[in-house]
């Protein structure tokens, strides 16, 4: 039997992710306020049917609990267990969508139950039901016998007419978290005598993608698959057809360095491992995601779900390009995601968006025109392009130049005051770094000081000061002092509050912004 089916929750204590839910049932029931109607949305697999069985059982218990779950033990709790009670009916609406299925459940309602206080109707996938079917079945769901009740169960909740969602109770079930169902995986895979890592257990949750009935069914697949083996991490990519984070790092690092055949030998292996190509756009995706995150908010790395080993090497990955150039990637790669869903030849189509990664000068947009600058200030700062100027000789006069004088406090206040408006002009990726900052910059002992909580921003920003002090000397008349700092006492200094400029400066524009 499968794992979801044979270790199904049977009370509401075993329901796992859904405290909201089962808090306000158990609590209706203890009371004795029982509505008719209900309807429990969410997605696949997060416990809509299994609590809407497990609430049947609570409101027919002959000996219920004192917190209002189901005893389990009594004729009828076993009865309903079973399926062979009268009392509990399980319509599903996908195939039982017309007119005359509903009007067979409104003449049943006239009957009460034979035995236990309640009869209840279960209709799974109820927005699988015809127009006229809900219009049919609107009075009685209005004004049910008061010992009938209904519990709608969907996926889909903006195909429910409001004229239904009016009538009911509605329960949003939310998708589980990955370590609650890594905690399930662990003590199932313990009850059956499996042998699991925990790492393999953390992705086999993560690839559930919020659902318990996928992961279960996952895990499944993958005991079967090494029968009687340890599950470890690796077998488990093997089997699900998922790629090490190694890999991603490595085609990243490839992209970045423009070598193409590093990029095809890659994807050559990752297709003679026989992982599958869509899975591995969406791991690629999630990485750079990754990465985008940690370059914003370094704090963040924190909640990244992998090794220190993997979490190490995306953070130095995370430096290699510009936050910009993230966005870029993600874009292509999310539209290259929707396009090899219905591709023939799903290698080409990769192999293509990946070269256009490595080539910006094929796109005209903003991103690609702050790639394009930005990897020609690199070659032109590492000697790959000579830029040399052609003038007409003339005769070599002598130009006195006057050396600017030094700023005072005003003027250092007032330097203060065009920091903003010079970055703008600055290069992508010295904006990147700039803008990362979240303090504003302060004058100390005749100086302006700017304070970066990441080396890391202060690295690419400081590679550039000098010209950045230049533009602002030229703006100001004056000679600035201008020091870049890190922040690493944790100093608390005035922080930058305005969302609106915030965003002014992400997107570089003057444009005004209203944020709500």
Not at 167 to 185: G, K, M, P
Not at 254 to 261: E, F, H, L, N, T
Request: glycine fraction near 4%; aromatic fraction near 8%.
């Amino acid at each position: 039997m499968a794992l979801y089916r044979k270790f199904r929750p049977q009370n509401f204590s075993e329901v796992k992710g859904q405290d909201h839910i089962v808090t306000t049932l158990k609590n209706e029931i203890a009371a004795g306020r029982i509505g008719h109607a209900y309807l429990f949305t969410g997605t696949r697999g997060t416990g809509k049917t299994t609590v809407a069985k497990i609430f049947a059982r609570a409101v027919n218990c002959e000996h219920p609990l004192p917190d209002g779950s189901p005893c389990g033990e009594c004729d009828t709790c076993r009865a309903i267990a079973e399926g062979t009670s009268m009392n509990v009916m399980e319509i599903d609406a996908a195939s039982n969508n017309g007119v005359e299925n509903i009007r067979s459940i409104i003449e049943d309602v006239e009957y009460p139950p034979a035995a236990g206080r309640y009869k209840v109707y279960i209709i799974d996938e109820v927005h699988m039901l015809s127009s006229g079917a809900f219009n049919a079945f609107l009075k009685t769901l209005e004004e049910p016998p008061s010992y009938v009740i209904f519990i709608l169960a969907t996926t889909e909740l903006q195909k429910i007419p409001v004229t239904i969602l009016s009538r009911c109770q509605r329960y949003d079930f939310h998708r589980i978290s990955v370590e609650t169902i890594a905690a399930r995986l662990k003590e199932l895979t313990e009850k059956e005598g499996v042998r699991a890592s925990d790492d393999a257990l953390s992705y086999i949750a993560k690839a559930g993608d919020g659902s318990m009935r996928d992961a279960l069914s996952l895990l499944d697949q993958c005991i079967n698959f090494y029968l009687g083996e340890e599950l470890t991490y690796d077998k488990v990519l093997s089997v699900l057809g998922a790629v090490d984070t190694e890999v991603l790092s490595r085609i990243f690092n490839a992209v970045v360095a423009q070598d193409i055949k590093g990029v095809s030998s890659v994807v050559d292996a990752v297709m003679m491992e026989g992982r599958d190509l869509n899975s591995f756009v969406s791991d690629l995706i999630w990485y750079l995601r990754d990465m985008l995150l940690y370059r914003n908010a370094p704090e963040m790395a924190e909640t990244f779900d992998m090794t220190s080993e993997n979490k190490k090497k995306l953070i130095e990955d995370s430096a290699l390009v510009s936050v910009e150039t993230f966005i870029r990637y993600i874009r292509i790669l999310s539209s290259l995601e929707n396009q090899m869903r219905y591709a023939q030849d799903k290698r080409v189509l990769l192999e293509v968006s990946l070269i256009r990664l490595m080539h910006p000068e094929m796109d005209s947009d903003y991103d690609a025109l702050v790639n394009r600058i930005d990897e020609l200030e690199r070659k032109i700062d590492s000697g790959e392009i000579q830029v040399k100027s052609k003038s007409v000789e003339q005769p070599e006069e002598q130009v006195e130049v006057t050396p600017l004088p030094l700023a005072v406090s005003e003027d250092i206040k007032e330097a203060a005051s065009v920091l903003e408006d010079v970055a703008k002009s600055m290069s992508g990726s010295f904006r990147g770094g700039w803008y990362n900052r979240r303090h504003q910059p302060f004058v100390e002992n005749d100086e302006l000081v700017v304070y970066f909580d990441s080396d890391q921003d202060l690295h690419i920003c400081k590679k550039e000061l000098d010209i950045f002090s230049k533009k602002i000397n030229d703006v100001i008349g004056k000679q600035v002092p201008l020091r870049f700092e890190t922040n690493k006492n944790n100093q608390t200094f005035q922080k930058i509050d305005d969302p609106a400029k915030d965003m002014q400066q992400i997107i570089g524009t003057d444009m005004k912004i209203d944020i709500e």
